[in-house]
């Protein structure tokens, strides 16, 4: 098992696979991990849908294009979940507050279902696997998504993490430098100070991309998220949340 040094500073997203199944006593402890997330209130906002029939992770491979969906041993959907407290609050004649209504209660199941798959990731990684997080299982087709797996209302898909035994191990991604991250007792609003720093760690990322194993490209760091901010103002979340149950109003 790895050092609590070498799961979190030497993480990096792995996207292929051996053909290798994931030992039963590991998943255990990946699942109690999850469980064992601090939440909002302790109301555990979030489920998980651990997917392992291939059939399913073709389907979600095809709706989303990410291609270790289908090679990964497990798939995880990490959820906000709102269902199973008002199916108790039904049975208890309580009367359930329309939480999930609100954009507090859309960041609190975002927040716990991020939480919890983070527990899943140290886990897996202290375990030696690899795992890769998916946005994409949340934005690219959430109504075939959520009817492919059943999500009842008050249910929505925040993020999907594929698991497996690694077949390879990339070069580790260069992250921004902690002046950049770290702030001390309130925001440091410099921009003077910041762009400086932003500019050498944009530049890093080109060098990076240029040089790392495997495949290359001319990718700076700025304008290439800039490109998925694009593509995201085409997704149409607030539909897909209000299918949900999630009709936000304030």
Known sequence: MNTLAET?????????????????EDIDLIHEAIRN???????????VIDITDQDIKLQLEA????????TCSHFMMFCADYHKIAVLAE????????????????LVG??????????????ATSLGLGTCCIGYARTAAPAAIARLLNLPKGVFAVCGLALGVPR??????PKQPRQLVIHTNAYQADDERLLPLLEAYDDEISTYNT???????????????LSYYREAMNYRMLDALRSQGYDVTH
């Open 37 to 47: 997330t601090p939440t909002s209130y302790n109301g555990q906002q979030f489920s």
């Open 168 to 173: 390879e191990m990339p070069d580790l991604k």
């Open 8 to 24: 979190l500073i030497n993480r990096r997203s792995i996207r292929r696979y051996e053909r290798e199944a994931i030992a039963d």
């Open 91 to 106: 049975r208890k004649g309580l009367q359930m507050p329309d939480f999930q209504t609100t954009a507090d209660g859309v």
């Open 211 to 225: 040089t790392r194993e495997g495949t290359k490209t001319d990718n700076d760091w700025c304008d290439h998220i």
């Open 110 to 123: 975002v927040i716990d279902a991020s939480l919890a798959m983070m527990s899943a990731v140290a886990a």
């Open 63 to 70: 709706l989303t294009g990410q291609k270790q969906i289908k």
